[in-house]
């Protein structure tokens, strides 16, 4: 009897001993590290700041204080929560009464109440929002037009121009913080929108400026296209832009299939290459349109497609398409550089140009390539021949011109008048 309970003491005995050793062990070798300081390095004006503390090491408490000169300031106290290791805390530098300038951050953590470890960070404050001055703005822009700006901030910073949900990006074109850009507008942008200036500084602080530009109307035509008449051409069409496997998907799935997830599909793509543009200007003069072309097609017009007498499908047009004889030249719109030339789904055969600044011009269901990617191209050159690859009924040549990725209509790009007057105040001082 006596044994089995002296077996039992030294059972609980070790028993306890584990738990005391494990507890050293994590107290003294396994030392909580704290995640997120990085944060710290910039103070702005308002910054929200979540440190995570990993391996939790039985830390119960964290502190933050800022040090300036002799000045010293609490940022944040308080709990270490028990399920996600995790403080969250707003610094505001300007309200604690920490002036521009650095400052040493210290992030402390307790466990059992007295053993403290200490995280050190330098920090810069600078509580000032970037100013901005609009050396250039149109007074008014299309739905579906373009417009472009020339401002000058007071000190480096990411800019960007905003249209709804649409951001534009800005290049900077010279040192003393004169930035540029160049935005699109959508066509069915209420002419209520408010077009924003965007300038965030290096510290995070964000100043946020209205443009004063305002949206006027465009009037864009309805058409209707009736798929029954040429439902072979169309089933041809969108079977093999399908690929494949897709026999027994009937005409009108296939169709919705192709005109609205592979549309989007493939404007992503052109969104993504639309990124590519350099900060440089490629182009002069007013854009080309293909000679002795016959318009078929407008910039904006909203298409509805039928089929045996029902409204199947929906898209916006966001292109011309010119027509001339078939396999006609293509020439280059402008001088640039090439940044696509290959299949593009629905628009078959493309190329896209770049002009530089965001600006690019896209030309689509083209037989083959005269250029390729990396290619160099003078205005009037040209670089490939129409055809009807892709989603096209037709011989033609869609043409569009984008900007960071965008459609807008190239009406406005074909008019030198509209060049002289809203684009080249863009590039003057
Ligand atoms: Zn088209």
Same mark, same amino acid.
């Given at each position: 009897?006596?044994?089995?309970?002296?077996?039992?003491?030294?059972?609980?005995?070790?028993?306890?001993?584990?738990?005391?050793?494990?507890?050293?062990?994590?107290?003294?070798?396994?030392?909580?590290?704290?995640?997120?300081?990085?944060?710290?390095?910039?103070?702005?004006?308002?910054?929200?700041?979540?440190?995570?503390?990993?391996?939790?090491?039985?830390?119960?408490?964290?502190?933050?204080?800022?040090?300036?000169?002799?000045?010293?300031?609490?940022?944040?106290?308080?709990?270490?929560?028990?399920?996600?290791?995790?403080?969250?805390?707003?610094?505001?530098?300007?309200?604690?009464?920490?002036?521009?300038?650095?400052?040493?951050?210290?992030?402390?953590?307790?466990?059992?109440?007295?053993?403290?470890?200490?995280?050190?960070?330098?920090?810069?404050?600078?509580?000032?929002?970037?100013?901005?001055?609009?050396?250039?703005?149109?007074?008014?822009?299309?739905?579906?037009?373009? /417009?472009?700006?020339?401002?000058?901030?007071?000190? =480096?910073?990411?800019?960007? +121009?905003?249209? %709804? #949900?649409?951001?534009? *990006? $800005?290049?900077?074109?010279?040192?003393?913080?004169?930035?540029?850009?160049?935005?699109?507008?959508?066509?069915?942008?209420?002419?209520?929108?408010?077009?924003?200036?965007?300038?965030?500084?290096?510290?995070?602080?964000?100043?946020?400026?209205?443009?004063?530009?305002?949206?006027?109307?465009?009037?864009?035509?309805?058409?209707?296209?009736?798929?029954?008449?040429?439902?072979?051409?169309?089933?041809?069409?969108?079977?093999?832009?399908?690929?494949?496997?897709?026999?027994?998907?009937?005409?009108?799935?296939?169709?919705?299939?192709?005109?609205?997830?592979?549309?989007?599909?493939?404007?992503?793509?052109?969104?993504?290459?639309?990124?590519?543009?350099?900060?440089?200007?490629?182009?002069?003069?007013?854009?080309?349109?293909?000679? /002795?072309?016959?318009?078929?097609?407008?910039?904006? =017009?909203?298409?509805?497609? +039928?089929?045996? %007498? #029902?409204?199947?499908? *929906? $898209?916006?047009?966001?292109?011309?398409?010119?027509?001339?004889?078939?396999?006609?030249?293509?020439?280059?719109?402008?001088?640039?550089?090439?940044?696509?030339?290959?299949?593009?789904?629905?628009?078959?055969?493309?190329?896209?140009?770049?002009?530089?600044?965001?600006?690019?011009?896209?030309?689509?269901?083209?037989?083959?390539?005269?250029?390729?990617?990396?290619?160099?191209?003078?205005?009037?050159?040209?670089?490939?021949?129409?055809?009807?690859?892709?989603?096209?009924?037709?011989?033609?040549?869609?043409?569009?011109?984008?900007?960071?990725?965008?459609?807008?209509?190239?009406?406005?790009?074909?008019?030198?008048?509209?060049?002289?007057?809203?684009?080249?105040?863009?590039?003057?001082?």
């Amino acid at each position: 009897m006596s044994g089995v309970r002296r077996l039992i003491r030294t059972i609980v005995f070790l028993g306890l001993l584990g738990v005391i050793g494990f507890t050293l062990y994590n107290v003294f070798f396994y030392k909580p590290k704290v995640i997120g300081l990085e944060q710290l390095e910039k103070l702005p004006k308002v910054k929200d700041v979540t440190l995570t503390v990993t391996p939790r090491s039985y830390v119960d408490l964290v502190e933050v204080k800022a040090f300036q000169g002799p000045k010293e300031v609490l940022l944040f106290r308080g709990r270490l929560p028990e399920r996600t290791n995790e403080v969250t805390f707003r610094v505001e530098p300007q309200v604690l009464g920490l002036r521009n300038g650095p400052a040493r951050v210290l992030v402390e953590v307790r466990r059992f109440f007295l053993f403290r470890e200490g995280f050190e960070v330098q920090a810069t404050v600078d509580v000032d929002p970037p100013r901005i001055r609009i050396i250039y703005a149109p007074y008014r822009v299309l739905q579906g037009g373009s /417009g472009g700006i020339r401002v000058k901030a007071s000190e =480096e910073v990411d800019l960007f +121009v905003e249209v %709804g #949900k649409r951001r534009f *990006r $800005s290049f900077k074109v010279s040192e003393d913080n004169t930035y540029i850009a160049f935005f699109g507008v959508p066509v069915d942008a209420s002419p209520r929108e408010v077009i924003k200036v965007v300038a965030v500084d290096e510290a995070g602080n964000r100043t946020v400026v209205p443009l004063g530009t305002g949206i006027r109307r465009n009037r864009f035509r309805r058409v209707t296209i009736d798929l029954s008449r040429r439902e072979n051409l169309v089933r041809t069409k969108i079977y093999s832009l399908l690929g494949g496997n897709l026999e027994n998907m009937d005409f009108v799935t296939a169709f919705k299939e192709v005109n609205e997830k592979l549309r989007k599909r493939d404007e992503e793509r052109i969104r993504e290459i639309g990124k590519r543009s350099k900060p440089q200007r490629f182009w002069r003069g007013r854009f080309l349109q293909m000679r /002795g072309a016959k318009v078929l097609s407008y910039f904006g =017009e909203r298409r509805r497609y +039928v089929y045996k %007498g #029902k409204v199947i499908s *929906r $898209s916006w047009h966001l292109g011309y398409d010119l027509a001339s004889v078939r396999n006609s030249e293509v020439p280059a719109a402008n001088s640039g550089e090439v940044v696509f030339a290959g299949d593009l789904g629905i628009y078959g055969n493309t190329v896209i140009i770049d002009h530089g600044f965001g600006i690019m011009s896209l030309y689509a269901h083209l037989a083959d390539f005269r250029v390729k990617e990396g290619d160099f191209v003078k205005k009037g050159q040209i670089i490939g021949v129409t055809d009807m690859t892709g989603l096209a009924f037709g011989d033609h040549l869609h043409f569009t011109v984008l900007i960071d990725g965008y459609e807008v209509t190239p009406l406005e790009w074909w008019d030198p008048r509209w060049i002289r007057t809203r684009i080249e105040p863009v590039f003057s001082d």
